[in-house]
């Protein structure tokens, strides 16, 4: 945009468009490669002293704009903010010396915006965006979206005996099959009759893995990748290395089993049992109060990062344990682990249950627990005690003479337990150790100093939460941890890593960014997102 601050009557301005090499002498328009709208006669000129009759005189006061559309190759202008409708059409898309190439070719053209002012005293502003436009340029832009995305909508695909929706089909069951959907990927794979490569045993395998790395239960992920995967780890410590160093921040948060201690199971979904409603690919959702909370055995496992974690075993018969006046009954119940009942958002209700500040009591008489039963309504939170658990916050509980501590106000280290910081310490002792043995066989690592640098900086702060390296605390953190343990899972079944829909979307991503670079104006208008939600 222009603004004529001052122009005499009698003035000759110009105000278009030229190639680098143009005579800067005389008004756009007049020479070849060059374009331009005059304001003595509102004349249009296009690489010619002759000019052709377009639009309204302009002088001191009017704003004059000037619009190339790189997509269609035209230009415009605008007075006060007025469209005058096409000035050019065809502009050309490379001009060098005297050569002209024209849109067809992959280069584009070098045209500089020009103002050609030939009576001395005459000032104007220019506008390139820094203040608003009096024309409205968004309506404009919002109209070429809409063409470019009906475009390609409409593009016609040739749809041969069904093989293009054949293949729509197999993308779709690619991906719920990769990200463990297990009932959506049956339901499909009935009504499309596509057939599903992997065993459903397998699906559900990874998708039980997939749901305690998202709860940040990264301990027992990796005994259950090493008892369903055997050798998987061993042959890629890498992946070992980033799972190990992703166990210390969730022992940091307090979620991992190893610095928790037993907890209650919470109840089944609602769904039953085997339910896959819930996604094993989105973050837990973390809420401030829960009436569920899950118990998961530590066991006697090592806590070396170098050594293997040994499988846990199933227990049978009952127990009972008793701390300050609180008794709790475990029975049976052969769920041995099994998280086919278990959403990740109920085990994120346990992870906070065991870090809150809240009480939270068991409603019901009969509570599912990983081992059995729990027999009567009580409380429990994290803590450092057999049958009462404590996190430092006030509770209050049916049970008579419990002695409580005041609130602490903010969560805390490794959920309040001296034991539990002490066993992340000596744990983060052999993750050093794990790391110094990778360089030595393998050469430096920038991504494992990287991930173990930032996983240490936690302890550097009193509230790790809302220090600068928080974010690593945050559960959305631990959606690439999945990702690259469930690719690699795939990977050494003989399965691609990643599904067809993302290396589409990742093909398409690239498309545009080359398109980008070519400057093909059609591709600032063209967004994924708006065909992928």
Excluded at 25 to 53: A, E, I, M, V
Excluded at 96 to 109: A, C, D, L, V, Y
Excluded at 125 to 130: K, L
Excluded at 196 to 208: N, V
């Amino acid at each position: 945009m222009l603004m004529i601050s001052f122009a005499l009557s009698f003035s000759y301005m110009g105000i278009g468009l030229s190639a680098q090499g143009v005579n800067m002498n005389r008004l756009p328009g007049w020479d070849k490669q060059s374009y331009g709208y005059h304001g003595d006669d509102g004349h249009s000129f296009c690489s010619s002293g002759t000019g052709q009759p377009y639009g309204p005189t302009f002088t001191t006061g009017d704003v004059i704009g000037c619009c190339v559309n790189l997509i269609d190759n035209s230009c415009f202008y605008t007075k006060n903010g007025i469209n005058l409708g096409l000035a050019f059409t065809d502009l050309p898309q490379k001009i060098t010396g005297k050569e002209i190439i024209r849109p067809s070719t992959k280069n584009k053209s070098n045209l500089y915006p020009t103002v050609g002012l030939q009576t001395p005293g005459e000032v104007v502003e220019a506008n390139f965006g820094q203040t608003p436009f009096v024309f409205d340029i968004e309506d404009y832009m919002k109209e070429w979206h809409m063409k470019t995305k009906l475009t390609i909508e409409r593009f016609p695909v040739s749809d041969k005996k069904g093989e293009w929706q054949t293949a729509l089909q197999q993308i779709v069951s690619t991906y719920l099959v990769h990200h463990g959907y297990c009932g959506t990927a049956e339901a499909f794979s009935r009504s499309t009759g596509q057939s599903i490569e992997e065993d459903m045993s397998s699906i559900k395998h990874r998708q039980r893995i997939q749901k305690l790395v998202l709860a940040g239960r990264m301990g027992e992920a990796i005994e259950t990748t090493q008892q369903l995967y055997p050798g998987l780890l061993e042959r890629n410590l890498n992946l070992l290395f980033m799972l190990k160093c992703r166990q210390f921040i969730e022992m940091v948060n307090g979620t991992d089993t190893e610095v928790r201690g037993p907890a209650i199971r919470s109840p089944k979904s609602r769904h039953g049992s085997g339910s896959n409603r819930s996604s094993p690919n989105m973050s837990p959702v973390h809420h401030t109060n829960s009436n569920s909370q899950k118990n998961t055995p530590i066991g006697s496992r090592g806590n070396s990062p170098n050594r293997p974690i040994g499988v846990k075993g199933h227990s049978s018969g009952s127990s009972s344990q008793t701390s300050q006046n609180l008794q709790v009954s475990q029975t049976n119940n052969q769920s041995g682990g099994d998280l086919k009942t278990i959403s990740e958002e109920h085990m994120n209700h346990a992870n906070i249950a065991m870090n809150g500040s809240g009480c939270h009591m068991i409603q019901d008489d009969d509570v599912e627990m990983m081992d059995g039963l729990v027999t009567e309504t009580k409380t429990f939170t994290n803590g450092n005690s057999e049958g009462t658990y404590m996190n430092g916050n006030n509770h209050t509980c049916k049970s008579e003479e419990m002695d409580v501590d005041t609130p602490s106000g903010k969560r805390q280290l490794c959920g309040g337990s001296q034991a539990a910081i002490e066993k992340m310490l000596l744990f983060g002792r052999d993750l050093q150790s794990m790391s110094q043995r990778l360089k030595r066989e393998y050469g430096k690592s920038e991504s494992n100093n990287k991930s173990l640098q930032n996983a240490f900086s936690l302890l550097a702060y009193s509230d790790p939460w809302n220090s600068p390296v928080g974010y690593q605390l945050d559960p959305v953190q631990r959606e690439p941890v999945c990702a690259a343990l469930n690719s690699a899972i795939l990977e050494s079944q003989g399965l691609p890593k990643q599904p067809p829909l993302e290396l589409v979307i990742a093909q398409s991503t690239e498309c545009m960014k080359l398109m980008s670079k070519a400057k093909i104006g059609s591709c600032a208008f063209a967004n994924l997102n708006d065909y992928l939600h």
